[in-house]
């Protein structure tokens, strides 16, 4: 069974400072999405990572999948309340159209 | 379009009653999915079909049905309502990329309340 394991669970930080979310797992992915989740809202597709070591930037977000394809990190600059919300990652098998969802990070930016 | 749509947003069922989870797309999307998301316990899979008349059951599958008689439909049925199915309850659907990755597009969520 492949498991993501997510952290921190919780962050709580002001506005204007930097973050890093982690998603971490014993198996490797083919592909790695992170997902963002509002209060009462569906997740929502953020990037997809596929090759060992690719960073993608998304205006002040930043996106790493580990060399191994077993790991990747979220990295927020200057954090906004915009960016509050749950974060979720989750991985694909090669060729599989499941994925596995980690249990997600839940972020609070403070004016 | 308006991608992924799911019906009612709440819901409160007693023990033993059934109800139906509506959920539609119009991406044209093979793959639909259907999620449970309990708090801090991320998504499990509750059932899920590569296209229509094709379902297969995901991680969580009891005390659920599901049918896809089209594209775009993917109806969830609760047969005889459990608290343990208190949860919020997410309808996803994907296409495959280029590269064969399965990128998720979910609807708004049913919050369903049994007691």
């Known amino acids: 069974t492949q498991l993501l394991e997510q952290s921190p669970q919780f962050l709580s930080i002001q506005e204007g400072e930097n973050l890093t979310v982690y998603c971490n797992s014993s198996s490797v992915f083919s592909s790695l999405q992170w997902y963002r989740q509002e209060p009462g809202e569906g997740p929502v597709l953020l990037v997809t990572?596929?090759?060992?070591?690719e960073v993608k930037k998304l205006k002040r977000l930043t996106f790493q999948f580990g060399d191994a394809r077993k790991d990747s990190s979220l990295h927020i600059t200057a954090a906004q309340p915009g960016d509050t919300g749950l974060y979720l990652c989750a991985g694909g098998g090669a060729g599989s159209y499941q994925l596995t969802f980690g249990k997600g990070t839940k972020l609070s930016v403070i004016p | 379009n308006a991608g992924v749509t799911q019906t009612p947003k709440f819901r409160i069922l007693k023990i033993g009653q059934s109800m139906t989870l509506q959920c539609t797309q119009d991406m044209n999307h093979n793959y639909m999915y259907w999620y449970r998301q309990d708090p801090g316990m991320g998504l499990k899979l509750i059932y899920y079909?590569?296209?229509?008349?094709?379902?297969d059951k995901g991680e969580v599958p009891n005390g659920y049905n599901v049918s896809r008689s089209t594209t775009e439909d993917f109806p969830l049925r609760l047969e005889l309502a459990a608290p343990s199915q208190t949860s919020v309850y997410f309808c996803?659907?994907?296409?495959?990329?280029?590269?064969?990755?399965?990128?998720?597009?979910f609807g708004p969520g049913t919050r369903l309340t049994v007691t």
């Open positions: 996803a659907s994907s296409y495959t990329t280029s590269g064969r990755h399965y990128e998720q597009y």
């Open positions: 990572v596929v090759t060992g070591g």
């Open positions: 079909s590569v296209g229509a008349g094709i379902t």
